[in-house]
């Protein structure tokens, strides 16, 4: 697991976007996997702007995102397919047909999970898979005690995820207690995993990821047995962290290594 430690929400967010950059620049045709919330928003501002600047093109390339709530249709100003096409999908040159989401109005979740598990597999796999983190350690909608091998499926949301996202939605308004997502073995089946988490908040579930056991309460520690595996965060995220100067000593030595000793 490489730990990146940056000054600032900004500067995660910019180190991140170069990371898809240097993948579609590389390889136009990459899967991408895709990631909702607020973090992913600032990156994906960037990969827009990287975009109307010629500096990139999605026009070969596919996505999957993590999840979806069951029981949104896709033209649901709170469904994870409107957060996408808004957010991203509406300002880049991506085919719409390349862009896959769950259908969270399907009447048949089991059968559309298995469905998407197979599209994933049909595409070649994810070659690039973004994840953020929950206050709880959750990544994707795999809440604690989701089993670390565990493929997309219907999951149960938790109260404090519940919580976390009712500012989403108006007052009186159905909101979903149900979501299909991306299982965590699915995730880990990714070539490579960049996990972004930034503010103060995330700084609890970002030790237990990091520097606690791999365990089911904090699903993100799965990443610690992913060979390409980044967490990006900012000083505020790591905070928590109790080898910080190790981590930042590895990099430096990292980029020491990559100029040449320099």
């Avoid at 995660?12 to 136009?28: E, I, K, M, S």
């Avoid at 909702?36 to 827009?48: D, E, H, K």
């Avoid at 975009?51 to 979806?68: C, T, V």
């Avoid at 990091?210 to 699903?219: L, N, S």
């Amino acid at each position: 697991m490489q730990i990146i430690i940056l000054e600032n929400a900004d500067q995660v967010a910019q180190y991140g976007a170069q990371q898809f950059v240097d993948l579609l620049n590389r390889q136009p045709d990459a899967v991408l996997g895709l990631a909702t919330g607020s973090t992913p928003v600032a990156l994906y501002q960037n990969l827009i702007q990287r975009y109307q600047a010629g500096e990139i093109s999605f026009e070969r390339a596919s996505s999957f995102n993590l999840d979806e709530y069951l029981g949104l249709a896709g033209d649901h100003p709170q469904s994870y397919r409107h957060f996408m096409n808004s957010q991203l999908f509406n300002h880049i040159d991506i085919a719409p047909q390349n862009t896959h989401i769950p259908d969270g109005s399907t009447e048949d979740p089991l059968s559309t999970c298995e469905q998407y598990e197979a599209d994933i597999v049909k595409a070649g796999g994810i070659d690039l898979q973004l994840l953020g983190i929950g206050r709880n350690g959750h990544i994707g909608f795999n809440e604690p005690s989701s089993s670390l091998a565990s493929r997309t499926r219907v999951k149960t949301l938790t109260p404090d995820t519940v919580a976390a996202n009712q500012r989403f939605f108006s007052e009186g308004e159905f909101q979903p207690r149900l979501s299909l997502t991306m299982g965590i073995g699915t995730i880990m089946e990714a070539r490579r995993i960049l996990l972004l988490a930034t503010g103060e908040t995330k700084s609890a579930a970002v030790r237990e990821a990091v520097e606690g056991p791999v365990a089911a309460r904090c699903p993100a520690s799965i990443l610690q047995m992913h060979p390409r595996a980044t967490l990006v965060l900012d000083r505020a995220a790591a905070s928590a962290l109790k080898d910080v100067e190790f981590y930042e000593y590895i990099e430096r030595e990292n980029e020491r290594l990559l100029h040449g000793g320099e």
